[in-house]
């Protein structure tokens, strides 16, 4: 491999890494929203940091396709694709771990943009909250999907090389099954529980637990895609 198929190949691993952490924090700026009233705003802050992920994947793609025009193996494939999947679940158990501080960071942002006055000082006394997540079916399953259409067919096309545009083109296919999970069932919980918190049906200990089972899940999601494709390398060499 040639130092530039390196530099392209860091940079897919790593920036695919940072795109889906850039993710999370749209799911957060979701959550935000529910612990000050501000839902109509944070969803605007969610979909403008939404777009720093798919100006991120804008650059991505064309590198990993560059990649597999470059004629790079399937074993230098499937290991960089362990390297970004583990490089995603330690990004994103530290955003579980951190969560509040990274809601208070997020809370700065839209104070500093919409110019918030619901986003004060007594409002950010939720630091020290004790949470708990849990791994959740959905955001696990739909962080595997996301994953898979980003490797899978790049990996397909490799062996398949004469056919790479079609299998590359399959990927869409995992992201589609992926956003509909992540619309009908993760943004709609995030959605009823701020309403439930507004109402005072639940409390922030519990919208905070909610919103971070997410997070948790989805970095398993990233460990059980590396595991499988650990076992894949193994098996095969």
Do not use: H
Not at 115 to 131: K, M, S
Request: charged residues 15%; aromatic residues 12%.
């Amino acid at each position: 491999m040639d130092n530039i198929n390196l530099y392209v190949l860091v940079f897919v691993v790593i920036g695919t890494s940072l795109a889906y952490l850039v993710d999370d924090l749209a799911f957060l700026s979701k959550g935000f929203g529910g612990l000050y009233e501000i839902n109509a705003l944070a969803a605007n802050l969610s979909s403008s940091i939404f777009l720093f992920n798919r100006a991120a994947m804008a650059l991505i793609l064309p590198a990993l396709g560059f990649l597999v025009d470059s004629g790079i193996s399937i074993k230098v494939m499937l290991i960089a694709v362990i390297s970004s999947a583990l490089l995603m679940c330690l990004l994103k158990m530290i955003v579980y771990r951190k969560i509040t501080r990274v809601i208070l960071f997020l809370s700065w942002v839209a104070k500093k943009i919409y110019g918030a006055e619901r986003i004060t000082d007594q409002n950010l006394n939720f630091v020290d909250i004790t949470y708990k997540g849990r791994i959740e079916l959905q955001p696990t399953l739909a962080m595997i999907l996301f994953i898979a259409g980003m490797t899978i067919p790049s990996i397909i096309a490799i062996y398949f090389f004469d056919n790479r545009a079609f299998f590359i083109q399959l990927g869409f296919i995992f992201n589609m099954v992926g956003s509909l999970l992540t619309i009908l069932f993760i943004e709609r919980k995030i959605a009823l529980d701020a309403e439930k918190l507004v109402s005072g049906k639940i409390c922030r200990d519990s919208f905070i637990a909610s919103i971070s089972s997410i997070i948790l899940s989805r970095a398993v999601g990233a460990f059980i895609y590396a595991s499988i494709v650990t076992g894949v390398l193994i098996v095969v060499y």
